[in-house]
Every structure is written in structure tokens, then in C-alpha cells.
């Protein structure tokens, strides 16, 4: 299994090899399917409409719908306008959505096709919106897709409409599973605070089997909500990378006061993000949050002997890797490698300090550790070659550095499209931390028992 | 229920006037009365409409180079396409020599903006470096993504000097997603570079023993290619190159030695088929190893082709033992199967292929189509001539090949060619739709809106496709089975292939979990009980568990 990979490391700068990112149109189709009744329309090739759509699908096992402008030599050419509007036309007669989410690739991006313009000089059915991103595939990563279709969401439809802001706040929950969201949605009820979330794919990529099948099902948010999120007295964005643009958005366009905070994965976190709340609302943290967290703390402490002191490799998108070093750090873990295949500095984006962010965490913890921004696979695996660790953790693309190098491996991010469930699970808040513990253990203890001779095997451990 | 001309175009009435003038030439009722029915395929999809349809680069770098084990393979662009193109496909490949193996890396030029402004040349040749330097593989493609030909880089320039460089074959397929109409259009771009650079450029002259092969369009999805030649070995036909799938450089360089050309996948590779005959005089046989009849008769027409009387028995033993093998395994599974209906719609051949595996197993095929074919595919290689090329197909080349001086051989004699070719299809596929019964379906490019209609009438209990429409039957209560990669299980292929094939769809048939799907609380009233006579004011109501 990657046999073609040396140990010496040398200095490559003509791309990546065995990436740990994807291009920015995923992203933007992920998101606008967080928005009800919404199809998601790609403004390229049909060819990029069929990845995004086959691995959106295989990450959820559910249907992925969107449409594209299937662009031929000749449009390349002359350019995409007609492409664009008989979509349009030929989307609202055909699926009927109440949305169209339209975003550029970088065939579109590349010719220069002015979006807004065309647009505007479509005929739109009335009480439908088009609404439309820009997603050039050459910039960022599927995260900053995701960041600006959400952003597109607030250019479009978030309005101030209200003199004094409303006791709600907005939730940009960043690219996290539909069993994130509800998960996120479940601790704000227990909060007792009024909120938007969005995008909200939670009954968009999750819906249940029932025997009928309905291209828009109940979930995504509300475009009237959407619209609402310019009349709340807070936006907090779930990872900056993600979200923190569209919220900076939403603070310039409608006053609304954006606070980005991490991920709420892990005990710290997820406090962090209770504290926000706490603080913004006057709301207090309800028991039953309290006691979830102590029954996490409560494991942390009776099962630390399982993880303390192990090596770690993770790997993934900036907001889930710098809320899960935290976590593991708060295991007592040593994450040594920390890689995301994203740019550290996302276009426009607020944040651009993913490595600091990371180093700074670990010097706390005095681990000497690397991190890397725009890193690859090929690169981690290396790394690993040269320092062994005792856990990798990070999407399916994973399995195959830890069958080389033989070590426990624990699947978390996008896209794991080896196993089943896990897009209806939580890893944020209390028990998703509790979730993401019980994953670490168990391949860390399955590797002691396989590899334990006879004498050592143990029946409680 | 069946589908008249009244049904289809009342579905058909909810398109758009023009969209639906459009698809009404992508459908036909099959009717053999009608001495030649024409399908419209391989002509621009609609935009807006939901296709299953992929690009030139998915059908070049995705299904034809990417199974070529031993090669690099460079995809210049922004990230995307190389990420997507890794390791979805399920074309399994072994290696003896494991450091030569490179089918799990992605590598990608991943342009950044600058690249787009500024050109993307350079990087593209310090990646060639980087992967011959690090990786060191005897053979490196260069496939282009969308904004490569925009920008105007000359890949193929870069190959070259890459290839004086380090004097490692590099060769570069400008196969940009918008190219052509769909996947098709790429497999096209693939083959003409491969014939031209690749196929011939190895030193043999003779093929290693008589009975020696080729297998084109055969991508080893799921092993499927291992149970092929596990059979044609013990009869005993030497294979020298699989086209692609377990494919290597190294064999494919030597392709030209074969004395016959198996193509199982006609759509995405009867393009080197075509050539090879014309270049080195070897003829090609349309096999189909899907369905156990099919293997059977495709056996015996290659056995029938080479002519010699032992090789037609040891056929006959092989075939005897393998149905021996076979034929109890296969009794439970019909029993489940035995009056079923399927949809088979996939990518280029196996829309045809599956059907008569689907048959033996008792289940007839109601709806029928391809995602990328053209006419030829369906209506057979007669139509070709009368195929009008658009500004689409325009713009793929035609490779013009000529006789090898050196190496053209007539392998069998014209006389004998001509006698064959009226019992085996010698250089001819007939295509699908003389295969399917009466007031059957045919649909080229099958989009969601009618996927959805067509099941909602001809209720099948089973649907052959691919992911992005895999889980919407599902919803329905439907059973799926991918046919393109089959989901994850398979080989499909051959004689035991079909057994596999059989349980797979039989488990899906019967797994329990189709029982839950209606709460049981649904079909029953809240309350259940009796009332009783109202006498006045008091009325009482007897409520039972």
C-alpha cells in the first residue's frame, strides 16, 4: 500500500499530491442545500455538477439534487448566458424550487461570466429567487466554497427590516454533518434562545425512507428566516474558515454583530460556545447541558490511561482540525501532525492564521508538533514515516496511509464514504465529544487487543 | 403497465415546448414493425436539466487512462477534478512489482489563480519532475481540465520537452470538461493518444503463442476482468493488454502482437479497435461477458474465429464445467428472481450487457438506455455512415491511421474473414435495441424528471443505475443496484460473476429492512373501540388496547 512513497522528504512545489482539500463548487452545492426548497446549480461543465453530486451522495447515501448549465466548446467560447438562462427557465418548469443557488466554477470564473447581469436580465417566475455565488475553483478549498455560498445567502436575501434587533441569534454551524446541526439545534432549544440557523441541511441529506420521494423535503432553513437573520442581535459564526465571512457580511450589510468561535467539538469548545450564549442572552445553562458535560468530564477522567500520552495525526478542514486538536489536547494526547489541504489564508476571508492558530495551542500543551496549511496527504504520510504516531484521524482518503503504516485510524470529517452513519451522528457538543471519545478508544484499545499476546490479553481494561 | 405513445407524451408535456421537442427524440417505444427506429443520442444536454451525464475529462482521464496502473497520471487544473477522479472508480489493478503501482495517487497541478493569469506551463513541468524525481514511473499522461484550454497552455509542448528531459513516455490529452457533450467525447481524446503514443511502441514482433488477445473496454470494475481471463487462460488464450482496466504501459506498448481484439465496451473504445485493424490487420470480435449466455456464445464465436478443432473442444469442456459449477447456485436465486422487472440504465454497454444476465435470472428489462452512447450503440455500426457530425463531435479529431509497414498481417484470410463475419460479429456490433422485447422503453440520457415518471408507471422492482440517482428509488421503496460500480461488490463478469450478480440483487430483494419502512401505527386508527348507544347527556366510549 503506497509503496511508491519515500521516507526523505523533499521540497516539491508543482502541486499536490494525494490532496486534502477539494475544489470550491462542492462546498457552494453542500451549503445551498442547507436553504429549503433550494436547487443547487452549477454554472460549468455537466461534469462538475456529476462529481459534486456523486461524492455529496456517497458521503450521505442520499439523494443529491442539482443541476448544471452543461456548457458545451462553443459556450466556452461565446460565453455562458443563454446556458444559464434556459436553466433557469427550464429548472423552475421542470423541479419547481422556490430557490435556485447558482455558483461559478472555473470554466465560468475563467471566461469571465458576469453572474449578477444575467441574472437580472432573466425572467424569474414570480415569488421564486435566483441567488448566485462566485466559486472559482482555483482559489481556497470546498470550505470557502461553503463560506461564500452562505455569503451569497446574506447578499441576497438578509435584511434589516426591524428598528431594534430581535432576541434571536444567527447560527452559521460551517461545513458539519445534518447530525451537527441537529445536534447544535438541540443544545440552543435546551438553551431556551430564539435562533436561525443557517445553512441547515439537517432533513435535506438525512431525510427518512418513507416510500414516497419528494425532491424538496421538510428540512433546510426558511428563505423568510434567511431574510430574518438582518433582524437578530447576534451572528456566531462556527468556525471561522466556514463561516466567519458570511458573518462579517451580515455585520456590515445589516448590522447584525458577528463573534466567531470554534467549532463547538469538545469539552472547551463547546463551552465556548454555551459561554457565548450565555453572555449574549442572559440565558443560564441548563441542567441537563451541565450534566452531559460532567458525564463527559466524568469518562475523560475514569478512562485517561486509554489515550493519555498517545501520538496523533489529524488531518482534515480548518475549523474541525483546530476545535479537535484542542479536544484531543484536552485528552492529554500528543497531536504531533496537524494538516489541512486548505489555504491558510481563505480570499477575502477573515482568518488566515490556521497554522499560528494550531502552534500556539500545542506550545501550551508543550507538544512539538508540525501544522500545515495547504499541506497534502503525500506530505503527512512522510511525516508519519519519519515519526511513527499511535492514531490517525481524519476523512476516508486516511485508511489508506493507516493500512500502510498499520496504524488505528478514526474516521472523522468530510467525506467518509467507507462507513455508514455517521452523517446522522453529532461530533459537536457534549456528546458528539463523547461520540468522538468513544471512536478514539475503541481504536486505540482494538489495537492493544489484536496486538496483545495471549498472557497480556486482558477481559476488562 | 405498459408505456403507449398517449402515456409518453402526457409525461413529456410537463417539459418546456422546447425541451420537450427535444427529448421526445431521446425516447422510443421499441416496435419491430417499424422497420428502423432512429434515436437521437449523443447530442448536447439540456442545461437545467438534471442529467447522470459526466464531462471529456471524466471519460479520458477517468475511465480510460486512470486504470493504467504503471503510469502517473498528471491531471493539470484547479484541484477538483484530479480529487473526484481518485479511486472512485472501483477499476481493481494488481502489480507484482508494488513501487509501480500508482493507482492511489492523485496528482494535480491544483492551479491556483496566479496559474490562470500567469499560465500554468511552468508548474505543470515541475510536477512532471517532481513525480519522476520522487515517484519514478516509467510512463507519466497529462490530462487537462476546463480552464487548461482556455488559458491557451500547451500541454502538449510541455510533454514533449518532459519526455526529451527525462526520457520517460509523457504524453498529454487535452480532454477539457466542456469538450463534446459528455464522457463520450473523452474516451475519444484517450484513444487516439494512446494509439498514437503508446500501442506499438514496444520492441516484440510475434505474439507469445497463437491464441494471443487483447480485451478492450474492459475495466476490471470490481474484478470483473480477473473472472474473464481466469476463464480464457484455461482454455488457453494468452492475454497481452487489457484496455484498461489491471491495464499496465508495459503491456499496452506490445498491444499491437494480438491476433484478435476482444471489445467488450464498444462505446468507449471502438475507436482502437477500429485502428488496430486498419495499423495491423487485426480483426475485433464484439464479446459480452454479462450473463451467462452471453459468456457462452462469446467463448464459442472466438473459438469459432481462430478455427482450430481443439480449441473449440477444450471450449466446449470448459463451458460443460463452468455451467456445472454454476447452475445449482444459480436455482435458489431464480426462484426470488422468476417474474421481476428491471430498469437497466447505465453508462455505455452495460445498459445492453446486464439485460440478458437480468433474463436468465427471470427478470425482464422494461426501460433501457445509455448515458453517453450514440446511435451506432443502439441502432448498430450500419448507422455510422448516416451519422451527421455537429459543432460537437466537430471538434474531437479523427486519428487517421495507415497499414504498419513492417507490422500489418492479415490474420486470417479475406475469404475465410468474409465467411466469419456472417456468423460471429467480426468489426460489428449490432447495438441494443434489437435485443429489447416488444413496447419496451429506449432512453437515451434518462434525466431525474423521468426516471421519476417512468418508475412511478412501470412500477419496476428493481433499478439498475448509478449513485446520483441510486437512492431515490430507495425512497420510493425501490430496490438499487449500481451498475457501475456495483456497489462495491462484484466480479459480475463470466460464469461466477453471474452467481454474485444473483445473490447481490437478492439480497436486496429480501433484506427485512423493507418491511419497516410503513410505521405500524400508520395503518391504524388512534383509537380503536366500540361506541356505545348516547342515552342523553352521558355517553360513554369503550376504549380497547
Known sequence: MLDCTPKEIKARSGGVINPAKTCQPIGAMYAALGIHSCMPHSHGSQGCCSYHRMHLTRHFRDPVVATTSSFTEGASVFGGVSNLKTSIKNVFEVYNPDVMAVHTTCLSETIGDDLPSIIKSTEIPEGKLVIHANTPSYQGSHITGFSNMTKGMVNYLSTATTEVKKEQVNIIPGFVNPGDMREIKRMMQLMGIKYIMFPDTSGVVDSPITGQYTMFGRGGTRVEDIRDTGNSKLTLALGGYASGDPAIQLERKCKVPAVAIKTPLGVKATDEFLLALRQAFAAEVPYELEEERGQLVDIMVDTHYHFHGKKVAIFGDPDILIALTEFVLSLGMQPLYVLTGTPAGTIGGPVGTFEKEVKSMLEQAGVDGKVKAAGDLFELHQWIKNGPVDLLMGNTYGKYIARAEDIPFVRVGFPILDRSVQPYLPIVGYKGAMRLLEMISNALLDRADRDAADEDFELVM | ?545
Open chain 2, 1 to 545: 403497465m405498459a408505456i403507449d405513445e398517449k402515456t409518453l407524451d402526457a409525461i413529456l408535456n410537463e417539459y418546456p415546448a422546447k425541451v420537450k421537442r427535444n427529448r421526445k427524440k431521446h425516447i422510443i417505444i421499441r416496435d419491430s414493425a417499424v422497420e428502423h427506429q432512429e434515436i437521437e443520442a449523443n447530442t448536447r444536454t439540456i442545461p437545467g436539466i438534471m442529467t447522470n451525464r459526466g464531462c471529456a475529462f471524466a471519460g479520458c482521464k477517468g475511465v480510460v487512462l486512470g486504470p493504467l496502473k504503471d503510469m502517473v497520471h498528471i491531471v493539470h487544473g484547479p484541484i477538483g477534478c484530479a480529487y473526484y477522479s481518485w479511486l472512485t472508480r472501483r477499476n481493481k489493478a494488481k502489480s507484482e512489482d508494488p513501487t509501480q503501482n500508482f493507482l492511489h495517487y492523485c496528482v494535480s497541478t491544483d492551479m491556483q489563480e496566479s496559474d490562470i493569469v500567469f499560465g500554468g506551463e511552468k508548474k505543470l513541468a515541475r510536477m512532471i519532475d517532481e513525480v519522476v524525481e520522487i515517484l519514478g514511473p516509467k510512463a507519466i499522461t497529462i490530462s487537462a481540465t476546463c480552464p487548461v484550454g482556455l488559458i491557451g497552455d500547451d500541454i502538449q509542448q510541455v510533454a514533449k520537452e518532459a519526455r526529451k528531459k527525462h526520457g520517460v513516455n509523457i504524453t498529454a490529452y487535452n480532454c477539457e470538461g466542456y469538450k463534446g457533450v459528455s464522457q463520450s467525447a473523452g474516451h475519444h481524446i484517450a484513444n487516439n493518444g494512446l494509439m498514437e503514443n503508446i500501442i506499438g511502441e514496444g520492441d516484440m514482433e510475434d505474439p507469445p503463442i497463437r491464441y494471443t488477445i487483447n480485451i478492450l473496454g474492459e475495466y476490471n470494475i470490481g474484478g470483473d476482468s480477473w473472472e474473464v481471463e481466469r476463464v480464457l487462460k484455461e482454455i488457453g488464450y494468452q492475454v497481452q493488454a487489457v484496455m484498461t482496466g489491471n491495464g499496465s504501459y508495459e503491456d499496452l506498448k506490445n498491444a499491437h502482437v494480438a491476433q484478435l481484439n476482444l471489445v467488450q465496451c464498444h462505446r468507449s473504445i471502438n475507436y482502437i479497435a477500429s485502428m488496430l485493424e486498419t495499423k495491423y490487420g487485426t480483426p475485433w470480435l464484439k464479446v459480452n461477458f454479462i450473463g451467462i449466455k452471453a459468456t457462452i456464445e462469446s467463448l464459442r464465436n472466438m473459438a469459432l474465429y481462430f478455427g482450430d478443432e481443439e480449441l473449440i473442444n477444450k471450449t466446449e469442456e470448459v463451458i460443460t464445467r463452468e455451467l456445472e459449477e454454476i447452475e445449482p447456485l444459480l436455482e435458489p436465486y431464480r426462484k426470488i428472481c422468476a417474474g421481476k422487472t428491471t430498469f437497466c440504465f447505465v453508462g455505455g454497454s452495460r445498459g445492453h450487457h446486464y439485460q440478458g444476465l437480468y433474463g436468465e435470472l427471470g427478470i425482464s428489462t422494461v426501460l433501457a438506455g445509455y448515458e453517453f452512447a450514440h446511435r451506432d450503440d443502439y441502432e448498430g455500426r450500419e448507422v455510422i455512415p448516416n451519422i451527421k457530425p455537429d459543432a460537437d463531435s466537430k471538434n474531437i479529431p479523427d486519428l487517421h491511421v495507415s497499414p504498419d509497414e513492417s507490422r500489418y498481417r492479415l490474420k486470417i484470410p479475406q475469404e475465410r474473414m468474409e465467411e466469419l463475419k456472417t456468423k460471429i460479429p467480426l468489426s460489428y456490433y449490432s447495438g441494443m435495441n434489437v435485443t429489447m422485447a416488444e413496447g419496451s422503453i429506449i432512453v437515451d440520457d434518462l434525466n431525474h424528471y423521468e426516471t421519476e415518471e417512468f418508475i412511478k408507471i412501470l412500477k419496476p422492482d428493481i433499478f439498475s443505475s448509478g449513485i446520483k440517482d441510486k437512492y431515490i428509488p430507495h425512497k420510493m421503496g425501490i430496490p438499487c443496484k449500481q451498475l457501475h460500480n456495483y456497489d462495491y461488490s462484484g466480479p459480475y463478469a463470466g460464469f461466477r460473476g453471474s452467481v454474485n450478480f444473483a445473490r447481490d440483487i437478492c439480497m436486496s430483494f429480501t433484506t427485512p429492512a423493507w418491511n419497516f419502512m410503513v410505521p405500524p401505527w400508520k395503518d391504524k386508527p388512534l383509537l380503536e373501540g366500540t361506541v356505545a348507544q348516547c342515552n342523553g347527556a352521558a355517553c360513554t366510549v369503550n376504549q380497547a388496547r
